[in-house]
């Protein structure tokens, strides 16, 4: 008897810890959306030390260079992938949470009062574009892989340095990202309720079926190409001043 009372007691305990600590994870989340946030936009507001040959900042792929644009060339290309993950099914419920404290947490009640409205006014309307943003997404991944094959091209040949294993790492993660998109899997067939009634209805379940494994694992490649996309352009950003200096690996 005294042994359930323990048991019981340490279980109490774990719900009243995790019931306090609510404030947890979205602050983490806010923390770590804020600080990507403030550097990709001073990063691109440089508008310099985007290239290091034959190296590209993923913030200015694919690299724009027109006479009529007096501002940095990132902001050309930007609005593309922040318009993609601003209004991504998981980022939604992430920075919901972290800066909007709607819901702060799973069980933790609601701190607004007033009329919930969702997502059915402006500006959070706006979040149905996310089906519309996918197309410039996908595009992007197609520039950002360009870049990957181009990172093993050096003047003097075919060599592999660290900054080819970066670039290569930034665009996997991307694509990973960005094909475990929610809309992509209802697009592929997420959206039917009998594959074998549809027009090619056994290949689009076995498409469904595989990007579903990248879907399952949608917040991990968030979070991953997050960091991976920021520190690729951190990384060419101090080959091109000349604060570090690329190994040649091959």
Not at 105 to 118: H, I, L, M, N, Q
Not at 146 to 152: T, V
Not at 185 to 194: A, T
Request: with cysteine; charged share 15%; glycine share 10%.
């Amino acid at each position: 008897m005294a042994e359930v009372t323990e048991v019981a007691g340490r279980i109490g305990f774990g719900e009243t810890l995790r019931r306090d600590a609510w404030w947890v994870a979205p602050l983490a989340t806010a923390l770590g959306l804020g600080a990507f946030g403030v550097y990709s936009f001073w990063a691109a507001l440089q508008g310099n030390h985007y290239e290091s040959s034959p190296y590209l900042s993923p913030f200015y792929s694919p690299l724009i260079l027109v006479d009529w644009w007096k501002f940095s060339p990132a902001f050309l290309i930007l609005w593309a992938p922040l318009g993609f993950r601003a209004t991504c099914y998981y980022y939604r419920k992430a920075y919901y949470r972290s800066y909007f404290l709607d819901p702060p947490a799973c069980a933790v009640g609601e701190f607004r009062d007033g009329k919930y409205k969702g997502e059915t006014a402006f500006p959070f309307i706006l979040q149905n574009l996310h089906r519309y943003m996918l197309i410039p997404a996908l595009a992007l991944i197609a520039f950002l892989w360009h870049d990957a094959y181009n990172a093993f091209f050096f003047s003097d040949g075919l060599h592999m340095g660290v900054g080819s294993l970066v670039l290569t790492a930034n665009a996997f993660l991307l694509s990973g990202y960005t094909l475990g998109c929610h809309s992509l899997r209802h697009l592929v067939g997420g959206r039917l309720d009998c594959f074998s009634c549809a027009t090619l209805g056994n290949f689009r379940h076995g498409i469904w079926e595989k990007q579903s494994v990248l879907n399952r694992f949608h917040m991990g490649w968030a979070w991953t190409s997050l960091f991976m996309v920021g520190f690729s352009d951190v990384y060419v950003r101090l080959l091109s001043m000349g604060v570090v200096t690329d190994v040649r690996l091959i």
